[in-house]
């Protein structure tokens, strides 16, 4: 993980740079508070954002918008939380 003052003044170089967006007071999809990272592709035309956590800069949720922001040109990926396992699945390749 990276620690706070390193990622605040990762977000700091980020808002400065010329076609990238850092806005520090949204939602993700899932409704968790969140840093939104966005930038426009300019090849493709799609609008690219990242959802992180403000606490610990994880990853919450991916986006890509594309032209005309419909529900048909919308991609997201939310990311919830991995919990742990105390085993293995078994191995498919064993008899």
């Known amino acids: 993980m990276v620690g706070p003052t390193l990622r605040s003044a990762l977000y ?4 400065t740079t010329p076609g990238v967006r850092v806005n520090s007071s949204v939602r993700d999809a899932s409704g968790r508070r969140a840093i939104e990272l966005s930038r426009p592709d300019q090849a493709t035309g ?3 954002a990242t959802f992180e956590d403000p606490g610990n800069g994880s990853v919450l949720e991916s986006l890509w918008t594309g032209p005309g922001n419909t529900a048909a040109s919308r991609i997201t990926g939310v990311y919830q939380p991995v919990t742990s396992s105390n085993s293995f699945p078994g191995d498919p390749y064993t008899k």
């Open 46 to 48: 799609w609008l690219i």
């Open 12 to 15: 700091k170089v980020l808002a």
